[in-house]
């Protein structure tokens, strides 16, 4: 009895698509990992050790190619090196305005000593100190010393700001973006600096917080800047008060500053896997920012420190098998640094799988109004990375839920020194802004978990410090990520099926959320043969989408006959659920007469130039405007994505419905108006 039992077991076992050992038998919250590791994970994740790098990081200017840059990445690398990481060390980038990174030009270091801003009449005070507080002194101001009457041109941007007034010599107190109110007051009409009250990174809170000094920046390319000072808005407006009612308000501006040749600096270090020849998950920030930079963004260098810390110490003390992949960790200068990066290491960026960046992840919801996202990746590469990030995201904002509502256990995830509040975060679809942008372009695609907060009241300001950030919440991301991370590290055959079935699931809400838009999109308006064509385009795109994403698993398990097998089944499913989309919308949606005339030229087929690698906009650089002197309006994302689409394949038309199916309405003629420009600068050729 005893004896067949054990063989129909076997036989069972056999039959069931998971060819699985003890892999599918322990007990499990989620479906990817086992719960002892991810119990493992919860209980060494930290939210004070990595509060305590937040801390530490604060306290540097961390200007890209800056000393308190240097700084921070010799601290970095000696934590990395005292977890006990492999192959810890500091990469250097020739950053001098002419050595070039793929589409990127380098710009120019900066090192300041001190500035200050004093009132000398009819008061004497001073207004800014770059000494007690870094954002005063705008990046790549250079030396001076001048003493000039202060003038009010308002944003400081057009003719009519400057009209009738002498500003030659003078010091102009402005709003507009300091680098054009630079070229439009110094360098053209002869004023000796700036006084900047410069707003940028909108939120629904700005023009609230009065005291924020906000972090700006003159042209990092121009080594003949002046100097600009930051105040706050509450500064300016009693300036512009005193002003208006006639007074003369002298200042004096001492710089000791000066832009130079330098190098952008990136911090490496690997977690070895066991199978060089299965490819690396990379986990990336940016170590860059103004003092102090808390949330943004010592914060994310933090997390995936205490990643690093976590899992190295899980595989030393053999909690957690070694993975089969190399888990490589960077810490560059924002954007810049990665293309920097990835433009020297081809070989690195073809072999990495899957990428999980932290850009802003510890900020305290009640003081910062920050809802962490777990973001997905652009519609230009549908991948099952979102699915295994949304797992543990989800596992870890339901334990926070479960704690809130009274019901305790470790999924609490609370960190001693931080807050006992509920996650206030979401699994939100693709957004821009950070390191992922670089590494998910059309050169690169590398997939990309994105974990970043927003908004931030403070971010890029004196106020964004680290009392306002949350060591439980740095604990709850820390867990996503290395959970994540992890989990990519390790899939093999089984694991691959596994994610291939959550995705398949999960891909069944996305498909009944395009249906879902739709069918309001066809009903909501004026009944064209468009419209109708774009409610159609959508289910067909989520299709697509959701067919790609489940072959991504493939990266996991390569060549294996069972995970293919297993894929196409799961494929059909997913065409068969499209196909009955479509026909829900071609049954009920109204169908109009008239055609739609198409302009030339949308049947074309782009293809990009092999020898342009990375995207178009890196930081402080464009692409576009050095080529061709101005850079395209338009919708930044749109224009991301329709470069990121040029595969040699797909022809305008189809680029134009992938990015209709996802991102809403799109014409046509702008995408090909978009890859003519492309076009222009060399970048793709129409065929
Ligand atoms: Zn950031």
Same mark, same amino acid.
């Given at each position: 009895m005893r004896r067949f039992a054990v063989a129909s077991l076997v036989l069972l076992i056999s039959l069931l698509p998971f060819? +699985? +050992? @003890?892999? @599918?038998q322990e007990p499990r919250s989620t479906t990817l990992l086992t719960d002892v590791h991810l119990d493992a994970i919860v209980a060494e994740a930290s939210g004070s050790l990595a509060k305590d790098t937040v801390i530490a990081l604060s306290t540097m200017h961390r200007v890209q190619g800056a000393s308190g840059f240097h700084d921070a990445t010799e601290y970095v690398a000696a934590r990395a090196r005292e977890y006990g990481l492999s192959d810890v060390a500091v990469e250097r980038f020739p950053a001098d305005g002419t050595t070039t990174y793929g589409t990127f030009r380098s710009y120019y270091g900066w090192e300041a000593e001190s500035g200050v801003l004093t009132e000398v009449s009819p008061r004497s005070s001073t207004i800014a100190d770059y000494a007690t507080m870094r954002v005063a002194l705008a990046d790549y101001s250079n030396e001076a010393d001048v003493t000039a009457d202060l003038i009010d =041109?308002?944003?400081?941007?057009s003719e009519k700001d400057f009209a009738g007034r002498q500003i030659t010599g003078k010091l102009v107190l402005a709003g507009g973006n300091v680098a054009s =109110?630079? !070229?439009?007051?110094v360098e053209k009409r002869g004023a000796a600096g700036i006084v900047s009250f410069q707003q940028n990174q909108t939120t629904g809170w700005s023009g609230d917080y009065l005291d924020n000094v906000r972090w700006c920046h003159l042209s990092p390319y121009n080594l003949k800047n002046a100097f600009a000072f930051m105040v706050s808005l509450r500064q300016a407006r009693e300036m512009q008060g005193r002003l208006a009612a006639g007074e003369t308000i002298r200042l004096r501006a001492a710089v000791r500053a000066r832009m130079r040749p330098s190098h952008f600096e990136v911090v490496t270090a690997v977690i070895p896997g066991t199978d060089p020849a299965a490819g690396e998950i990379l986990y990336t920030c940016h170590l860059c920012h103004q003092k102090p930079g808390a949330n943004d963004n010592a914060s994310g260098s933090a997390t995936i420190l205490e990643d690093a810390r976590i899992l190295a110490r899980l595989i030393r003390d053999?909690?957690? $098998? !070694? $993975? !089969?992949?190399?888990m490589r960790f960077l810490w560059p $200068?924002?954007?810049a640094g990665t293309a920097c990066y990835l433009a020297r290491h081809p070989e690195i960026a073809a072999r990495t799988k899957a990428a999980i960046h932290m850009d802003m992840v510890g900020g305290d919801f009640e003081k910062t109004k920050a809802v962490f996202h777990v973001t997905r990746t652009p519609a230009s590469l549908p991948s099952a990375v979102n699915d295994v990030a949304a797992v543990f995201g989800e596992y870890v904002i339901g334990g926070s839920a479960a704690f809130a509502a009274g019901e305790g256990g470790t999924r609490a995830m609370l960190s001693a020194e931080g807050s006992k509040s509920q996650f206030v975060a979401e699994i939100? $679809?693709?957004?821009?802004?950070s390191d992922h942008d670089v590494l998910q372009e059309g050169s690169y695609r590398i997939p990309t978990v994105y974990l970043n907060d927003w908004p931030d009241v403070f971010i890029h300001t004196n106020n964004d410090t680290p009392s306002n950030i949350d060591p439980t919440k740095l604990r709850r991301v820390? =867990?996503?990520?290395?959970?994540t991370g992890y989990f990519l @590290?390790? @899939?093999?055959r089984d694991e691959a099926q596994a994610l291939a079935l959550e995705v398949y699931a999960r891909g069944a809400m996305r498909q009944g959320d395009a249906l879902r838009r739709a069918i309001a999109f066809g009903t909501g308006g004026p009944v064209t043969l468009e419209r109708f064509e774009d409610a159609r385009n959508i289910v067909e795109q989520a299709g697509r989408a959701e067919r790609e994403a489940l072959m991504s698993v493939r990266a996991l398990a390569y060549d294996d006959g069972v995970v293919t097998r297993m894929l196409a089944t799961l494929a059909a499913g997913v065409e068969a659920r499209t196909r009955a989309d479509v026909d829900v919308v071609q049954r009920y949606v109204p169908i109009p007469a008239a055609q739609k005339i198409e302009p030339a030229g949308v049947s074309l087929v782009p293809k990009r130039s092999p020898s342009v690698v990375g995207p178009m906009s890196v930081y402080y650089y464009d692409y576009l405007e050095d080529k061709l002197g101005a850079s395209p309006p338009g919708d930044g994302r749109i224009q991301y994505e329709t470069l990121n689409l040029v595969d040699g394949k797909r022809s305008v038309r189809e680029i134009r419905n992938i990015l209709a199916g996802a991102y809403g309405s799109v014409e046509v003629e702008s995408v090909l108006e978009y890859l003519r420009v492309l076009e222009k600068a060399g970048v793709v050729k129409l065929e």
């Open positions: 060819s +699985t +050992t @003890a892999y @599918a =041109v308002g944003q400081g941007l =109110v630079h !070229r439009e007051a053999g909690k957690l $098998p !070694r $993975p !089969r992949r190399t $200068p924002e954007i939100a $679809p693709h957004s821009m802004g820390a =867990v996503i990520g290395a959970a @590290a390790s @899939a093999g």
